[in-house]
């Protein structure tokens, strides 16, 4: 029965669990934005997406880097990793004071044009901190070999979301504070749900804590946080790579601009979850090859076979979700160009920088499980650098015209993208792995960028990314190496 109960994190496996819930989810969130955008005016729907974005930016710091320690150490001794749960959430609970007095007395939803009650904005803050505490459960979960677990933590999540929003939509109500507290309420459940199981599936502790079974760096507390802190710096940071442009299409055109340009994000940001997933099931593994250069090689080389069977998957299903149900799903005005360009336009710009993010996971995710944490940091700091500087030269200070402006945002987003793929390919020291396989990245980039160029322009030049599908049937063979 002992035996039974012992998992361990498989890439293969894990990532299919979490892409597949994670692509639930987003379904179950495009259906709550559907009746968001519905019920409520276009500037209060910004009201509420800009802060619950601006504080999830805010306070994502307060996670410390403790759950991805959780991730990277716990598979050394899984009966260790609720007590490890609750030794993030004691430091997590001390540093949130200074940043919830930094919030109340700044003002930061000022900045950005959001005048909104401030019920709402206290909601949107409490969605952010829940989030926050809900890392440190879902990374035992994966550690412990229960990435399935995990993935209906997800699920269950968006769907009590979208059922709240659903009974306030059917009860008339219009109030962006209401939905912001639904919001808040589907948060604290999947948090709930997946601090029970990690408590429920660990190993039985027997005897003392030996915190110095993870590795050194658990032994005390001082270790602990030095250890952490270059993922504390990284997760204070990346937020912005993924909002920045958003935030200045706002601070320079509007609460109403920066809601179109949340529109044309949903489809991206949704498809954002595959590279994320790949990396959360990837992590634990990489991690426990960490001093095996040759199970970490097979591990990388197959994440990068999944990356390109994943990616033409992506390119099209993306554009065809957005093209054909946004229209039947959103106002018109966020689609035919009453508020500056079509989301669906600005969407499709967006997705040559989804291909470039899904193809840099192995190597950033390889760096993050690294011996040196702090080239992880200092990865993700050139790529916020590159991403606020080409932010600033085609947004704040580029064209005026509403659909420019839009437009601009869209390719520096993915210009940063671009950024972030060739850093990780020389920061993980894997640049000769990527010079091996030269002619399959020649294919995949140049294929990814053709289908975007073709449809933008409307012309059928995406016809000659169709090869990119070739990549599938080693795609699907890594999944079933690794899904052991």
Known sequence: MAEAKIRTPSSGRDAAWLVGADLLAVAFAFVGQILLAHALLAEHY???????????????????????????DGTRAPELVPLAVWRSYRWQALVAVPFLLLALLARP??????????????????????????????????????A????????????????????????????????????????????????????????????????????????????????????????????????????????????????VFHVAQLAWLAGLVVPAAIRSALLPVLGRARNNPSEHRNELYR?????????????????????????LA??????????????????????????????????????????????FTAFIVLVLVAASLLGYGLVLEGPEEPARKLHSAAVASSLSA????????????EFDAVQQRKIEWFAVLLGSLVVVVGLFSGTLLWVLGLPLFWFTKQGWRAIRATSD
């Open 148 to 259: 399935r677990l995990e993935a209906i933590t997800k699920v269950v999540e968006r769907g009590t979301t979208v059922l709240l929003y659903g009974v306030l939509t059917w009860q008339g109500s219009s109030s962006a504070t209401a939905f912001t507290g639904a919001f808040l309420v589907g948060a604290t459940t999947g948090w709930a749900l997946a601090l029970f199981w990690a408590m429920r599936v660990a190993p039985p502790l027997q005897g003392a804590a030996e915190w110095s079974r993870l590795g050194n760096v658990w032994s005390t507390n001082g270790q602990l946080l030095a250890a952490a802190l270059p993922f504390a710096i990284t997760l204070g940071v990346l937020p912005y790579v993924i909002r920045i442009e958003k935030f200045m299409v706002a601070a320079s055109g509007g609460a109403t601009l920066g809601a």
């Open 330 to 375: 959103f106002p018109s005005a966020y689609l035919d160009g009453t508020h500056g360009a079509s989301a669906v336009d600005v969407f499709v710009i967006l997705l040559a920088g989804w291909a470039f993010t899904l193809l840099a996971t192995p190597t950033y995710t390889s760096l993050m499980a690294g011996h040196h944490p702090w080239r």
């Open 46 to 72: 910004g009201w509420m997406v800009l802060a619950i974005d601006l504080y999830a930016s805010l306070f994502l710091i307060i996670d410390l880097g403790l759950p991805t320690l959780i991730a990277r």
């Open 109 to 146: 939803e000022q900045w950005l044009n959001v005048h909104a009650p401030a019920v709402l904005l206290v909601l949107a803050g409490l969605v952010a901190l829940v989030h926050v505490a809900s890392y440190a459960p879902r990374s035992a979960l994966r550690v412990l070999g229960e």
């Open 418 to 429: 671009g950024v972030l793929l060739v850093l990780s390919w020389w920061m993980s020291g």
């Open 303 to 327: 994440a990068t076979d999944m990356c390109f069977g994943l990616l033409p998957y992506g390119l099209f299903g993306g554009y065809i979700i957005m093209s054909v149900f946004a229209p």
